[in-house]
């Protein structure tokens, strides 16, 4: 059974986890479904906690994420979004530090400067902090779902799943791509070779906002009574650091305790360095979970449904059943990283 209130939230999976580490107060407001206050909330303490020059600077790193922040910084440069001299700080650092980190490119390190200099002052006030956060998060398309969902709502009462195709508006889907492309928020490097963003540490936005309230009226049957529980971004890497290394984002375990997952791509397939046939398996949760800690990806286990990647898809999943990721890596380019969206809903109890 399905349960929207906190009650639901007694597990110890990644959700859960996350969930008890949101602020009680925004965390009420999301339980009550007041999504864009409790998105408002969560900015508020994000930006106390991100803002450059608010707190002390973070010196830990990893070479995976040091590559992708010195790949953005480039790009946002290119952009006109940050200064030339934030550029060439995240670009010499990783130069530097490749030769003695590139075996170990996930082994978290410490970036040491000799002394008291703009150079450090500069990577304190943007290591890790909301340099940028894209102006297209605060936008609230009226319509952000298009409409005719009662097949979704069909294949998901039957089978426990369903895929849903072109599931944003066409102004919606660029919005968000935007949001999720150009914002420095991906804090977490993870050891599946992809970078996280997380709702209550920077995703959490009126962008957010309204399209989990729309994908709520959008299917009332599925997600209409569920509030939404969790929102998290995974970024692949796809530099030389990937070559031979299998990437499969914690989508599973993410969603363990969640009534319902959505999970929805922005990045077009052509980004794809190979075939999105079959690039996601939806399988029985405790057969996907344990061939995940069994890290056994020369053979994929059953799946009840294998999914292409298209971007604009959105797949739906209720708590028996679990995604894993089989397919390609990304084409080089900043733009071209594979971003997944998870959004849960609800509570399983």
Request: hydrophobic share 35%; net charge positive.
């Amino acid at each position: 059974t399905c349960a929207a209130k906190r009650g639901g939230a007694e597990g110890d999976g990644a959700a859960a986890k996350a969930w008890k580490g949101i602020e009680s107060e925004c965390r009420k407001k999301l339980e009550a479904n007041k999504t864009a206050a409790a998105m408002r909330c969560l900015e508020g303490h994000f930006m106390e906690g991100r803002e450059p020059g608010r707190r002390d600077g973070d010196w830990y790193t990893t070479l995976r994420k040091l590559r992708h922040d010195a790949e953005m910084m480039t790009w946002l440069e290119q952009e006109g979004k940050v200064k030339t001299e934030v550029k060439k700080l995240y670009r010499g650092i990783y130069h530097s530090a490749r030769p003695q980190h590139i075996d170990r490119p996930d082994k978290v390190f410490e970036v040491k400067f000799q002394e008291q200099n703009d150079d450090r002052k500069l990577w304190r006030q943007a290591h890790n902090k909301a340099v940028y956060i894209d102006p297209s998060g605060k936008e609230s398309p009226k319509k952000t779902v298009r409409g005719k969902t009662a097949k979704i709502e069909k294949e998901f009462a039957e089978a426990g799943y369903a895929v849903a195709d072109k599931i944003l508006t066409d102004k919606a889907l660029t919005t968000l791509r935007r949001f999720l492309q150009a914002s420095t928020f991906y804090f977490y490097p993870r050891k599946d070779k992809h970078l996280l963003a997380l709702l209550e540490d920077g995703l959490a936005s009126p962008l957010l906002a309204q399209l989990s309230d729309g994908l709520r009226n959008a299917l009332p049957t599925v997600l209409g009574p569920l509030p939404l529980t969790g929102a998290r971004a995974w970024k692949a890497d796809n530099s030389a650091l990937t070559e031979g290394r299998a990437q499969t984002p914690e989508i599973a375990s993410s969603s363990a305790d969640a009534a319902v997952s959505v999970l929805i791509w922005t990045v077009p397939g052509s980004a794809l360095n190979g075939t999105a046939v079959g690039a996601l398996g939806l399988g029985r949760r405790e057969a996907i979970e344990k061939h995940v800690s069994d890290g056994t990806f020369d053979e994929d286990p059953e799946f009840v449904r294998s999914v292409k990647y298209v971007s604009n898809r959105a797949i739906l999943w209720g708590p028996d059943l679990a995604p894993l990721w089989t397919g390609p890596g990304w084409k080089s380019g900043f733009l071209k990283r594979g971003i997944h969206l998870l959004l849960t809903f609800g509570w399983t109890q």
